[in-house]
């Protein structure tokens, strides 16, 4: 147990470096440019506008909001006073709405949206992978070439295929948005229904694309893992086939967690430009709209929003992959 | 070194990729050789032309004429202007306005044109029938005119003097131009964009400028990558340990939220190709430095190192003579995926509207961001946007192939 609790307390610590790092990365940035950045926002955001005294008072709410005036430690204090409380300030683009008030349903959309379809794109890879190893000759043939052709696809690449054909030309699904445009977001049927038809299209895209990657890395572990000693010894042993092959599977399977530990901050890069390309409702789409807008609160509250949600999917993929692998424990009692 | 090049170019894999790279590599640099014009010239007025060949209407008919009897000419004809949904149509309106079903015949198109030029009155409210589908009638009307007709058109030219238009042509249903003999003849094989520009043209640039970017940013990586990772390994102990933490930090942080933050920051004025490229350049080395540092430390204790400094050589000596060698065919190929990625991180920087702002060249990623800002994919406009996923496709597919041959040779345990 002790091993356990250090491995924890270790990951804790790192889980809160590397977000303590993020934040400090999303203060700094914007602010490592040229010029004030309360000005260069406002002179964007004042584009289009010619009430000199509205413009002011946009300033004097930045300035207050990012205390511009004060030195910068202080202002880095005050940001992470305002976002622990949510407070990122109002968003340019949809002036009267704050910016956690257009995050709020975003962040869900994004969430239900992309963490089930890494998840099924994972387990589905996974299992096709160790089948192509396990089953050789006609399966792996086909699969493979698919596969590597298929990874090779960016995200966005293999959404805008899947638009075409299942949403353009056969019509099965909506082409774009999270419901139906007619309908307003309640717990009727026909709302749930609406939401059922459009998450079709953007969730199947993310896990076509997750299999391939995950598919082609789950076969060469596994052949790894079967022209290995213990496999051998076990067959000698008369162990059943089925037997062995779940040993294998298991053992091939614990770099495939780290592996999806890894690459999950790509994967959900790529899944918000996809959103993009669906036009759902989530944070792929709000950084949009904060890039079209020059909405600078937007953006930086959504790629810190970002940074969180992938952090922590990373800390809850390594305490489980502490609890699945015993060698863990072993390696932190020493 | 000529015995490694044999054997890369024996692997199945490499040579595949090699091939469609090098293919991908001569069209691009041979087609501006032929086809000579800006690549962002709007040349076309309106949006979204489908691929084909473009005949100057004006100078086909000062062409010579020559006379071609083909017997499947008025067939065609007729089937282009009227197609079996039209005529299904053609069929239901008859129903509706109250012929019987038996009489109406869809396949004799004769027939079919005398019943309807006989019964259709375009003022008919016909109940049932809303304003867009009365208004298709009435267009289908407008086209069938003539359609039946063997008689040739005649071209006029209006006189300025007196303002009559006088006869100076006549085309016969059976006059034919070669095209060869036309003088502006425009082959567009994939049609143009949402701007109306030649969308082949602008793709060969746009996959020049992609591939400089990706170069770009692939060395700056690499660079970067290495340098850490050799400093890391090689040196150990403290300077390994700070720089780990570093690399360990950028790692989980996820690349696009630091390409956001950095290309939101630089500003739309600023951000031109090589900022771009530099930008991904600097969030990308994390998995070279990584790698290489590894390797290094597996390296640092062999036999020929420890000799190297015994016999007093220079740090730099060892790891250019004792070191570098050893892992170059490594950072050959996390340089190749490098470039493929940095492609793809420009092409997701663009389709959010974080990638350069040009005006003079096209990137992969930018025409793909126009083609979703004016929903080409949504109004089937095909072209404006496969070619350019495909080209994407090719280059990270081939540079993916040839990585994974590069690593069946130099990592022979790798080979089933």
Redesign the interface.
């Known amino acids: 147990m002790k091993g356990y609790r250090k491995y924890f307390a270790n990951k804790l610590l ?1 889980f809160l ?2 977000l303590v ?2 934040f400090i ?2 203060f700094t ?2 602010r ?2 040229p010029g004030d950045p309360v000005a ?1 926002i406002v002179a964007r955001l004042a584009q289009g506008m010619t009430n000199t005294s509205g413009i002011q008072a946009i300033y004097q709410q930045y300035a207050d909001l990012f205390g511009t005036n004060k030195p910068l430690v202080a202002q880095f204090f005050i940001y992470m006073k305002n976002v622990i409380h949510g407070d990122f300030g109002f968003s340019f683009s949809q002036y009267p709405r704050t910016v956690a008030d257009v995050l709020k349903s975003a962040i869900w959309w994004t969430i239900c949206l992309q963490f089930p379809a890494i998840i099924v794109g994972w387990i589905i890879g996974n299992t096709l992978g160790a089948l192509a190893a396990y089953l050789k000759k006609g399966f792996d043939k086909v699969l493979m070439p698919v596969s ?2 298929v990874s ?6 293999m959404a ?2 899947m ?2 054909i299942f ?2 030309w056969l019509k099965w699904f909506p ?2 948005s999270g419901y139906g445009f007619d309908l307003i977001p309640n717990f009727s049927f026909k709302f749930i229904w609406s939401v059922f038809i459009h998450y079709q299209l953007p969730f199947w895209s993310l896990v076509l694309i997750a299999i391939g990657g995950q598919a082609i890395g789950m076969r ?1 572990m596994s ?1 790894y893992e079967l022209n290995a000693d213990y496999v051998k010894y076990s067959r000698f042993l008369g162990i059943k086939d089925w037997k062995i092959i779940g040993y294998v599977f298991r053992n091939a399977m614990l770099p495939q967690i780290t592996g999806l530990a ?1 690459s999950i ?2 994967m ?3 899944a ?2 996809a959103e ?2 669906f036009s759902y409702p989530g944070l792929g789409v709000t ?2 709209h904060g ?2 807008g020059q909405d ?1 609160p937007l ?2 509250a959504s ?1 810190l929003i ?2 969180l949600m ?2 922590s999917a ?1 800390f809850i993929i390594e305490i489980l992959y502490g609890i699945i692998d015993p060698r863990i424990k072993a390696a932190q009692a020493d | 070194m000529k015995n490694t090049l044999q054997q890369v170019f024996h692997s199945g894999k490499f040579l595949v990729g090699f091939c469609i790279f090098v293919g991908l590599l001569l069209f691009v640099f041979i087609y501006p050789l032929l086809i000579k014009g800006p690549p962002l010239q709007i040349i076309s007025q309106g949006t979204f032309f489908p691929p084909g060949t473009y005949v100057n209407v004006y100078d086909s008919l000062s062409s010579p004429s020559y006379i071609l009897n083909l017997d499947d000419a008025a067939a065609k004809r007729i089937a282009s202007k009227l197609n079996e949904d039209d005529r299904s149509a053609m069929k239901d309106w008859l129903v509706a306005f109250g012929i019987p079903d038996s009489q109406i015949d869809t396949s004799d198109t004769k027939s079919l044109i005398d019943l309807w030029t006989a019964n259709f009155d375009p003022k008919l409210q016909l109940e049932g029938y809303t304003n867009a589908k009365r208004n298709y009638y009435v267009r289908l009307n407008k086209n069938l005119a003539g359609l039946l007709s063997t008689e040739g058109a005649i071209i006029a030219v209006k006189n300025n003097d007196t303002g009559i238009l006088e006869e100076t042509n006549t085309v016969a249903q059976t006059d034919y131009v070669n095209v060869n003999e036309v003088a502006n003849v425009r082959v567009l094989p994939l049609g143009t964009d949402n701007f109306g520009r030649d969308v082949l043209t602008e793709l060969v640039k746009a996959t020049v400028v992609s591939l400089k970017l990706g170069i770009i940013a692939g060395i700056i990586a690499t660079v970067i990558g290495l340098a850490l990772g050799l400093l890391a390994g090689y040196i150990g102990g403290r300077v390994d340990d700070v720089i780990m933490f570093f690399t360990n930090l950028v790692l989980v942080i996820p690349q696009i939220v630091l390409l956001i933050l950095i290309s939101f920051s630089i500003g739309q004025e600023k951000r031109g190709v090589t900022t771009i490229a530099i930008v991904i350049g600097l969030t990308s080395w994390v998995w070279t430095a990584k790698a290489v540092r590894s390797q290094v430390i597996s390296l640092r204790n062999r036999d020929h190192v420890n000799l190297s400094k015994l016999s007093g050589h220079s740090i730099v000596h060892i790891i250019t003579n004792d070191i570098l060698p050893y892992i170059a065919s490594y950072v050959v190929m996390a340089m190749i995926l490098q470039i493929s990625a940095a492609i793809l991180a420009e092409a997701n920087l663009s389709l959010l509207g974080l990638g350069p702002r040009t005006t003079d060249v096209p990137t992969l990623g930018l025409m793909m961001n126009w083609a979703m800002i004016y929903q080409a994919h949504v109004l089937g406009k095909w072209w404006a946007y496969m070619p350019v996923l495909l080209v994407i496709a090719m280059i990270t597919f081939s540079m993916n192939l040839m990585n994974t041959g590069l690593d069946h040779v130099f990592n022979p345990a790798l080979r089933d």
């Open positions: 790192w470096v590397t790092a993020a990365l999303n940035l914007p490592l440019m260069g590597i052709f090779n696809f960016p995200f966005f690449g805008v295929i638009l075409v949403g353009v082409t774009s060469s052949i890894l901050g790509t959900v890069g790529g918000l430009i993009i390309v950084l949009l890039v079209m600078y953006i930086s790629t970002i940074t992938v952090l990373n």
